[in-house]
DNA sequence: CTGAAAGCGCTTACAG
DNA sequence: CTGAAAGCGCTTACAG
């Protein structure tokens, strides 16, 4: 609790006004968040140049007046353009650094008509796979020295207003699309922004995108629990509640056609639609299938979020993993490995460094054909959380015959 | 696999190049990604004003003319500024829907000095608690009609250059500061930048800060812990290999100070700095606990993420949690509570809204607090992965008489 | 309530 | 290799 000295160098200042939120009434609360005594100094550290208050920022005149040259000369050096001599290169950078500037993109980008900046769409940003997809974009976003614009629309309400208002529309020089099922409508919208729209982690035929094939990891999965002896597999897709579907559909026909080609029976008892993120939906999903007559001896779980979630219940329903029931996931999560969750895996980041990197093609290369797609491998990993069905677990049909003739 | 004519009203156009990146050599890659005749149909939907080409955007001199009125009166009608008579108003806002005018930000931006965008820099985006805080952030940007720009700095030459070059320094009215232990050089250079800081999940002395109180929160968790009867707890701190080290320090003092005041000894060889998402690191820790002549019968991890992996190697180890084993988290992570861990919760995407309201603040209200900050409540919540410690599992010392004395 | 004009800080032909 | 000037699309006093 040291009052009055914390900031390095700033005069003392009139109280402080601390604001602290603390809900459960505990009485030590108050007591921990007594460091009142903060000082009031605010940035005003270094520059004295004009005004004396905070916000000073040179501009390029200002630069070019303690290099002794004309603006122009400042902005070629600054951007690199070699039509200017060592000297005078040498002078105007180090005026530039003596006064901390920095290029207005505000201004310059009212010349060049380019923001230098990209923007995402995305469902919502605290996911593991959105996180990770939007991290790859940011990696690539860096190097390229362009900025990082994020819209998160999380509900249809936002939806509409987004669309309407369009808020990326001049701000910035290309927008990724990210995990979210446009309606023809929207895309219509899109496109008459005249903007490059790069689609990430889906395929939107005739435009940009990176994506995996769905359907055929779906099927890889299928095939890893078929070889190990199921016949009854479950599987589970997840959904918001706000009508954004992802890839549920293409894993669930990789789920269809791989049951048709080993000659299985499709029973809709077995695909369940819980919703994400609802514990109700999961627990209420795994219920279900626990008081089949005749339950599935494997789950195959649309994304290893939800397996997580399965997992959770089927253990504290005491239904062993993976001797009663095997669970597979899709994605490869962080926490995949730690759960020994076997999963069909996609190389999520990279996606979304593809996605960039398309991108950022197509904004500096008119040339750059505007639809090529990238098409990422997935693959199985094996692990913990799969393994053949119990001979005797329940009263089953042999595996050679179909459940249902 | 339709070929040529995907686009809703797009000419055919010259043949597409596809790259598909496939990996493992499997046969059915390349013919899962055939879809090669998607039709090259960029945005030329809808306006053919000027430029038959991509890109019209309606300028305010464009509305202004086809209103019949002056750019002034656009300007002042789009702002809403009352002093337009209802008539202009009404033809104003018609040309701009019309012609679908949208503001060019970079032009207002010059004139007023104002972005209308906020900066939020992180150490990564792919983790759970991040990504909440930042979609807190998201949200009440959202409602203001405020731009997200994020800057994500994950290594140390990343965090050099960033600070080298500033870029959100003309880019964004505020920025937040989230998860992230600036050097005071690094908070020297925030500082002459004359643009609000606001600290997200950090306390910062002297600066807006939004956060828990750390050290009270982890002193609740062991209160908990010492109350099940365990005498011999383990403090799992996470670190990232780039030296961004969290909220660590402060957990780790109200560890401390909570066995302190227990009057049971520090003991270091339950206190372990595993270098968090790496395997290693963590099953190694794990190891080294089991391993000891008087292993800890609970493991307090600083973070749910860390407290879920040591869960895994755990039970991969054939320790049964909490039998053997009880196993403390802090955060509230969203799969905590399907994986039935007991936590120290912490509301973080409250926390980024607050964060985002007191930058919004700054902004807007000169009168407000620089220095305010918010401190949130945590709370403990109990669930199946702590429990009493089995009483016969090790030859342990009494309750009641500390290990070392 | 409305318009003409200046100017925000850059880039870009155009001269030299 | 360098400078003077125009102009990007807005907002903001300043008149009326």
Redesign the interface.
């Known amino acids: 609790m040291s009052a009055a000295s ?3 160098a ?1 005069p003392t ?1 009139p109280a ?9 009434g ?1 009485p ?2 108050t007591g ?2 007594a ?1 009142t005594g ?6 005003d ?3 004295t140049a004009d005004t004396g208050s ?4 040179a501009t390029m005149a200002d630069v070019a007046q303690r290099a002794g040259v004309s603006v122009s000369t400042v902005s070629r050096t600054l951007r690199g353009l070699s039509s200017v001599s060592p000297q005078t290169r040498g002078r105007v950078e180090k005026a530039a650094r003596e006064l ?1 500037f ?6 310059s ?2 010349v060049t ?1 380019k ?1 230098r ?1 990209i923007a995402v769409l995305t469902p ?5 796979f ?3 997809a ?2 790859g974009v ?2 690539v976003l ?1 190097e390229a ?1 362009l ?6 629309v ?1 509900d249809l309400a ?1 939806r509409g207003a987004f669309f309407d ?3 990326a ?3 910035a020089d290309a927008m990724l699309v990210a995990c979210f099922d446009l309606t ?1 409508e929207e895309r ?1 919208r ?8 790069v689609f990430v982690s889906q ?1 939107a ?3 940009p995108s990176v994506y995996i ?1 769905d ?2 990891g779906a099927q890889r999965g299928m095939r890893h629990l078929l070889n190990l002896g199921h016949r009854r597999i479950a599987f589970l897709q997840s959904s918001d509640d706000t009508g954004f579907y992802w890839s549920s559909k293409e894993r669930l026909t990789g789920y269809r056609k791989t049951l048709e080609e080993a000659g299985l029976p499709y029973d809709e008892e077995l695909v369940l639609y819980p919703v994400a ?1 609802h ?1 109700r939906g999961i627990r209420e999903a795994v219920g279900h299938l626990l008081s089949l007559r005749n339950p599935p001896t494997a789950v195959f779980a649309e994304s290893d ?1 939800v397996a ?2 399965v ?3 089927l ?2 329903s005491g239904v062993d993993i993976p001797g009663r029931m095997s669970v597979l996931g899709f994605d490869d999560h ?2 995949a ?4 969750l076997t999963t069909v895996a996609q190389p999520v ?1 990279e996606i979304g460094r ?1 996605a960039a990197e398309l991108a950022r093609s197509i904004i500096d290369d008119p040339e750059a ?9 997935t ?1 199985v990993i094996p692990r ?1 959380s799969t393994a053949p069905p119990a001979p005797s677990a329940h009263p089953e049909p042999r595996p050679d015959r179909p459940a249902r003739p």
Chains 1, 2 share one sequence.
Request: hydrophobic residues 30%; without cysteine.
């Open positions: 914390d900031g390095p700033g200042a402080t006004r601390d604001s602290a939120v603390n809900g459960d505990n030590e609360d921990t968040t460091d903060d000082t009031a100094d605010t940035a550290t270094g520059d905070l916000g000073t920022e901390s920095a290029v207005s993109r505000s201004a980008s009212l008509g923001t900046r919502h940003l605290d996911s593991w959105l996180g990770s939007i991290a940011s990696g860096r020295e900025d990082l614009l994020v819209y998160s999380t936002q208002r369009l808020p529309r001049r701000n023809p219509a899109l496109d008459a922004l005249g903007m490059p729209v395929h035929p005739g435009r094939d359907v055929d993120r514990r979020e997580i979630e997992m959770g219940v253990r504290s962080h926490l490995e730690w759960l020994d980041e593809a054909d505007p639809t090529r797609h990238v098409v990422f491998p693959r913990g």
